[in-house]
């Protein structure tokens, strides 16, 4: 069973930095056969959810969407089974509930952003002016 932790939100002033992470367990690293995609995605109250990060387990694919892109880093420390995402440059615009998400990677995929079948509770980043 998949299951997925995160950590790491706050509440920070505009320009700053926060590094959520993402503590993953089920997925089996050993199995070069088996890769799986990971990602961070957003919501905020009456917006519709955003994909913001991705990558693939297995191949040098990372993806990013256009409102992050050179200010979030996303990467994975795989003895640590841990997800990061990297905040730098924070908008008052980022502030939402934040999730990591874990699936299965497709024959072929390059892991698009987005939600996969696996999702943690979310932690919270609120960034004020």
């Given at each position: 069973q998949v299951h997925l932790v995160e950590s790491g939100g706050?509440?920070?002033?505009?320009?700053?930095?926060?590094?959520?992470?993402?503590?993953?367990?089920g997925l089996d690293w050993t199995r070069y056969v088996t890769r799986y995609c990971l990602g961070w995605f957003r919501q905020a109250p009456g917006k519709e959810r955003e994909g913001l990060a991705s990558m693939h387990s297995g191949k040098d694919f990372i993806h990013y969407a256009d409102s992050v892109k050179g200010r979030f880093t996303i990467s994975l420390d795989r003895p640590k089974n841990t997800l990061y995402l990297e905040m730098s440059s924070l908008k008052t615009e980022d502030t939402a509930a934040y999730y990591c998400t874990a699936q299965r990677a497709h024959q072929g995929t390059s892991c698009p952003?987005?939600?996969?079948?696996?999702r943690g509770q979310g932690t919270q980043v609120t960034v004020s002016s």
């Open positions: 706050g509440s920070v002033q505009a320009g700053e930095s926060l590094r959520l992470s993402c503590e993953v367990s952003v987005g939600s996969y079948n696996f």
